[in-house]
Each structure stands twice: as C-alpha cells, then as structure tokens.
C-alpha cells in the first residue's frame, strides 16, 4: 500500500514539475521568437494574449510588413484537399520567403473567417508596435450581407473589446450569452493571459489539420478501395451551398457595417498615421462558382469598392482589383489557390509590394 502511495505521490509530483519546467522554458523562449521562427501559425488566431505574442515577439521591428487577410493566406483549404505538406505552400509561406529577398520581415495576423471587424479590432495591436507597410486582401465574404450585424459580423469573441462602443453595439448577439459560456469565455481568457503553456498549447493544435469522424473514416475507405469522385462531388456541392450568399444578387452597402470599419482602419492607419497600405481584392474562381455567381452584382461590387477606396489614393493607399487574374486551373475552389497559384500571387504582390506595377 505504502508503495503505491509513494509512487502516487511521485507521479504527482514529477507532473507538476513537468508543467512548471515548461512553464518557464517558454517564458524564456517565446519572447526571443523562438517558437515563431520554426513553426508557420498563420491563419489562426485563438486568444488576445497571444496575438500580443506574435505583434511583439515574431517577426523583428525594422522593415516590418503587416499581412492581413482571411483564410487565402493560411492553410486550411490546402490541408482539407489534403496536399502534403500544406503548411509549406501556403500564400502566407511564399510571402515570407519573397519578401525577405526584397529586406522586408513580414507579420502575419490574417486567419480563417476573418472579417472586417475583426482587422478593426487589432488597431490598438498595431499600433503599439507600427510597421513600416500593411498589405490588407480583401475578399467578397468580408462584405456579404450575412456579416453585416449581429455575432457573426465578427470572427474572434475575444476581439470585441477592442472595438469602438458604437460598433460593439452592432454585434451583439440575438440571445445573451448563458452564464456557463460567459463563465467559459473568461476562464479561458484568463488562462491564456497568465498562462503561457496554456496558450501556446491552442496554437500548437492548430498546426495539425484535424478531420471529422467521417472524413477520417472516408480516408481510410479510399485507401482500400480507391477514391470515390461521388464524395468529391458532393463536398464541392455542399460548399457552393455554403458560399452561394457571398454572391447572389446583393449591393453592397457603403453604410453597412464592413464598409464602416474598413473607413476607420484606414482613417486611422493611412491618414492619420501615413503607414503605406496595399489593397488587393483577392482572386475569384468564377468557373467554380459558376451559376451560384450573379454576373452584374459581382461587376458592380467591385466597382463600389474602387470608388469607395479612391479617395484614400491620395493618402498613400495602393488599390488593385485582383478578381479576374489567375484562370481556374489556379485554384483549389473559389477563392483558395493551388500550392503554384499561391506561389504565383505572392510573386505578384511582392512586385506590387516592391513598386512595380502588376
């Protein structure tokens, strides 16, 4: 008896001490970027503390270039097509490598479903550590009517108190929040403002793709008995299905909630502050989206957003309309590139980035 108790309370002990060596191990190490140099998070955000992280400790602060954007820039479209290797071919990874060859060291913040309140809501992040360029890719979805108020106009709970109060007001939810996941929210905010383990166990999650029960037994199916093209077929529906909002028939508002948040980052970061920014409406896959488009709302969208943008031509601001560029072979589905398309792009914007004319 005494013998298990004895190696009960070893066992305790050893783990707690486990917990604390590594608990200090990454006090020490993260704020030299160390984690950051070897491993690509882009494309995920999961907690304030550590975005503040990534601001201060990623990348160094001369010749900085603040990459924005949504899940164009990650890998998430390249690991559910299931490419080996995702996470080294991704738009972000090819940016990186392209600008460094021109002297820039370049940040990302984009992530997956990010949305313009989102990109609002990192002001105060950036301006606590300004860069010298941001390049900001927008894409249809950040405009769509289904973004417009309520929750889901923003991607990152933990964003909202960032944000203006007029604009907080916005997004509040239908139905308040129960008192169990107000109570979940602040735990976890908690955790990862004080806890460095804890936050840098969520993103380490993140840079391993993990599928859904089904997937992972479809996978296991097409191993045996070959690839069904009828999957294929009805995961590329379903995701028509989902993405058919973003461009039915349907204005975009100039007073609507994106549009709101896209004049003050620019306000505030072009001609307040007089950072250079690059603007890129990113690529479409028209032949994918094919009849779920509608033609003469897609035309008069992207002219809005060139009329909207162009006073600020004056105050530094470069805008490109980059819907029609790459032809469909280039992309995965409507709007994610291939491994070479992504490459392509980011030759692209570094030449754009660099001056030239593309």
Avoid at 104 to 128: F, K, N, Q, Y
Avoid at 143 to 164: C, I, M, T, V
Avoid at 208 to 215: G, L, R, T
Wanted: hydrophobic share 40%; aromatic share 12%; with cysteine.
């Amino acid at each position: 008896m005494s013998l298990n108790r004895s190696f009960a309370l070893g066992a305790v002990t050893a783990f707690f001490g486990l917990l604390l060596l590594t608990e200090v191990l990454l006090r020490l190490t993260v704020p030299t970027g160390f984690w950051y140099e070897r491993f690509d998070f882009s494309g995920d955000l999961t907690s304030l503390a550590e975005l503040r992280d990534r601001v201060r400790y990623s990348a160094p602060q001369e010749n900085r270039i603040l990459l924005l954007g949504d899940s164009v820039l990650g890998a998430s479209a390249i690991m559910e097509h299931r490419i080996p290797q995702g996470r080294t071919l991704t738009l972000n990874r090819f940016l990186t490598m392209g600008l460094v060859t021109q002297g820039w060291h370049s940040l990302s913040l984009g992530s997956d479903g990010m949305l313009l309140p989102d990109i609002e809501a990192l002001s105060p992040e950036i301006a606590a550590a300004p860069p010298q360029k941001i390049l900001l890719l927008l894409n249809f979805r950040m405009f769509s009517q289904e973004f417009n108020q309520g929750s889901k106009a923003l991607s990152r709970n933990f964003l909202l108190a960032d944000l203006p109060l007029d604009i907080q007001k916005k997004l509040t939810p239908d139905k308040p929040l129960s008192q169990e996941a107000q109570l979940g929210d602040e735990l976890y905010a908690g955790m990862s403002d004080h806890w460095f383990l804890f936050r840098e166990a969520q993103m380490a999650k993140t840079l391993w793709y993990y599928p859904s029960q089904k997937d992972f037994f479809q996978r296991l199916l097409e191993r045996m008995v070959g690839k069904n093209e009828s999957a294929s077929d009805l995961m590329e529906a379903a995701l028509k299905q989902k993405i058919a909002s973003y461009y039915q028939p349907y204005l975009w508002d100039k007073n609507a909630l994106p549009f709101t948040c896209l004049k003050q980052v620019l306000d505030q970061w072009a001609v307040q502050n007089h950072i250079p920014i690059t603007i890129v409406l990113t690529p479409q896959n028209r032949k994918f989206l094919g009849e779920y488009l509608d033609l003469p709302s897609f035309q008069k969208n992207r002219k809005a957003l060139a009329a909207f943008l162009k006073p600020y031509l004056f105050s530094g601001v470069v805008y490109e309309d980059w819907a029609d560029r790459y032809p469909a072979s280039s992309f995965l589905d409507h709007c994610h590139l291939t491994p070479k398309g992504n490459d392509q792009y980011s030759k692209d914007l570094v030449g754009l980035l660099s001056g030239g004319k593309q």
